[in-house]
């Protein structure tokens, strides 16, 4: 089981140096802040939630949106996009949260509601993805 963790740690490696190396050296610095955290690869593949969450966000651009709306375009419960986005008990840990990967930031808006939206490094993370159609 180890094993194959490792393994899948270093595809990750694996594919950041490989998306560098393709994009040249005009690209090389904003895919220097990806290679920093492999880690962020690892938390998308390991739930579907978090890939629906941050291609949500992506699509629905610098405006922030609120957990409920999430979870309806989704189509996934409010308590599992809170888990992805936060970290909740065992199922959705805390270092592997949007929040804590930095691909996620919050926001409050002026009643007290909790918004969400993409970082520049979510949104580096979603096209990297989806150049490379793993999204």
Known sequence: MKLRLKLRALKSIDLLSEISFICGDGMQERNNSLAKNPFIFKALRRSSVR???LE???DV???GSYISE???HIRASPTNVIGAIRGMGKRYRKEDSLLNLQVVEELQSN???KLYRLTDL???VV???RNYKFL
């Open 51 to 53: 890939r629906k969450i």
């Open 56 to 58: 949500y966000l992506f």
């Open 61 to 63: 651009g610098p405006n």
């Open 70 to 72: 999430i979870a309806y």
């Open 111 to 113: 009643n007290g509601i």
């Open 122 to 124: 979510g949104k580096e």
């Open 127 to 129: 096209e990297a993805l």
